[in-house]
Each structure stands twice: as C-alpha cells, then as structure tokens.
Nanobody, 125 residues
Framework: QVQLVESGGGLVQPGGSLRLSCAAS????????MGWFRQAPGKEREFVAR????????YYADPVKGRFTISRNNAKNTMYLQMNSLKPEDTAIYYC??????????????????WGQGTQVTVSS
C-alpha cells in the first residue's frame, strides 16, 4: 500500500526557513501529481502547493506564493517543500498527499487519495 512519510518540521523564528521532505513508497511515484496541505488548530485543511508528475510545473496557494518552493526527485521517490520567510500564520501541521491518478490540477482535499501522517511546523519567537 501507499506510504507517505513527512519529515523536517520543527520550531522556527519568524523570518526563518525550514525544508520539509515527503518520502513515498508503494506507488509509481513519477505517475502522480503530488501536493502539500496544512491544517492549523480549529481550521480546515488547506492546499499549499502541488508539483506535476515530472516536476516541471508547480502551483501555489496565494498565502505562500513567493516564499515557498515545491520540488520533487523522482529517482529518490521524494518531494520537498522549501519554506522561507516564515510567518506565525504558517504554523500548522503540514501533510503531503498523492493526487488521484489522472488528476492533473488537483487543489481540493478530495482530489488526493493518500496522505502522510503530518509534521508540525511552529513559527514563533
């Protein structure tokens, strides 16, 4: 079965950076669009970014555009999220997700079929 494992979260000061990783197994990784979501306490899970199956196209939610960079290494079955200029409002649990097969522009939770367990990102001084 598909397994997605996030890592790289932690506590960082405002303005700092973190790099999240998502290691995938149990699927032909290069066949799927992959994405990052986040969920803050008391809020719904929200889309952050996605990357196309070959890594050539990316798309970002407005709140993170220009600060976050999504990428992937298909040889390593791994996806990344480089987060710069972090703000307290970026505090959330971050989840990686596998897009449904044949979905080329997924943005909704229901457009994704497998999820990691999440990694906590806290931005605070």
């Amino acid at each position: 079965q598909v397994q997605l494992v996030e890592s790289g979260g932690g506590l960082v000061q405002p303005g700092g950076s973190l790099r999240l990783s998502c290691a995938a197994s149990g699927l032909t990784f290069s066949n799927y669009v992959m994405g990052w979501f986040r969920q803050a306490p008391g809020k719904e899970r929200e889309f952050v970014a996605r990357v196309s199956s070959l890594g050539t196209t990316t798309y970002y939610a407005d709140p993170v555009k220009g600060r976050f960079t999504i990428s992937r290494n298909n040889a390593k079955n791994t996806m990344y999220l480089q987060m710069n200029s972090l703000k307290p409002e970026d505090t959330a649990i971050y989840y990686c997700a596998q897009g449904r097969y044949g979905y080329y522009s997924p943005v909704h939770v229901t457009d994704f079929e497998s999820w990691g367990q999440g990694t906590q990102v806290t931005v605070s001084s």
